[in-house]
């Protein structure tokens, strides 16, 4: 087996467990320990993992600086997107003030609003406006900077904008929810406008599957407490300690 191979069965298996030994990896791999101590070593070095006394841990948090286009990011989770968007819009009042923020699971909440909510709605996605306005529903749309990789609309005037709203509620997307960081985001100017319309909003929903928990990206725009989670699937009941989680069923 390579050694590439090792380091991902390695990866997998402590995703799924969160630690073990050296002498589970070498019995499960069908290696020697001498061999599993070298690739935790170098898996160690790559920050995949936390090597400890007789074997290793997960890293708990995976930190991106980066984020992807919209057109990427919409190839994925497309069903547990969906799910969750089917849910929040059910939480949308007739007399509700509410903030939409950009993004892709945002996005399919905009598909699954009613036609017939009386509901107004504020937003920074340029293709939310857009979708917004076509199923006849009343929306305005911020103004400022237009960032072209998220469709949103961001900056000082941005902020500016918001400053006048008193919002209901709002939902947000989010590149990343844990426990240290609490909700972030890579870029700076998207965090403060997401900091600025959470600050004049009554109730925060943060749509956010899985793969959301325990990523940490640059920059935080609001504390756990600040929101309530709606997710398809909570892998650790430690989050629940720090904010409310609404786990959505198939």
């Given at each position: 087996m390579l050694s590439e191979e090792r380091y991902s069965m390695i990866i997998n298996f402590l995703e799924d467990k969160k630690a073990v030994t050296v002498?589970?990896?070498?019995?499960?791999?069908?290696?020697?320990?001498?061999?599993?101590?070298?690739?935790?070593?170098?898996l160690h070095?790559?920050?995949?993992?936390?090597k400890v006394h007789g074997g290793a841990t997960a890293v708990e948090e995976k930190i991106k600086a980066t984020e992807e286009d919209v057109q990427s990011k919409s190839l994925?989770?497309?069903?547990?997107?969906?799910?969750l968007a089917r849910y929040a819009a059910t939480l949308v009042n007739d007399d509700d003030v509410?903030?939409?923020?950009?993004?892709?699971?945002?996005?399919?909440?905009?598909?699954?609003?009613s036609p017939n909510t009386r509901a107004l709605f504020v937003t920074n996605g340029i293709v939310h406006a857009k979708k917004l306005i076509q199923k006849g529903l009343k929306?305005?749309?911020?103004?400022?900077?237009?960032?072209?990789?998220?469709e949103a609309v961001i900056g000082a005037e941005a902020i500016n904008s918001l400053r006048k709203y008193n919002f209901t509620k709002c939902f947000m997307g989010t590149n990343g929810i844990s426990v240290e960081s609490g909700l972030t985001?890579?870029?700076?100017?998207?965090?403060?406008?997401?900091k600025e319309a959470c600050s004049h909003s009554y109730i925060t929903y943060v749509l956010a599957d899985h793969?959301?928990?325990?990523?940490?990206?640059?920059?935080?725009?609001?504390?756990?407490?600040?929101?309530?989670?709606?997710?398809d699937k909570l892998?650790?009941?430690k989050f629940r300690d720090y904010t409310v989680i609404k786990e959505v069923e198939q």
């Open positions: 002498g589970e990896l070498a019995e499960w791999l069908g290696t020697s320990e001498s061999t599993v101590r070298r690739d935790l070593n170098a070095d790559m920050g995949r993992l936390n994925k989770n497309v069903e547990e997107k969906k799910l509410v903030y939409v923020d950009a993004g892709t699971t945002t996005l399919m909440f905009v598909d699954a609003l929306a305005y749309i911020i103004g400022g900077q237009i960032k072209l990789s998220t985001t890579p870029d700076l100017e998207e965090a403060l406008v997401k793969t959301k928990f325990k990523a940490v990206s640059a920059i935080t725009f609001a504390s756990l407490g600040r929101c309530c989670v709606i997710t892998t650790d009941n």
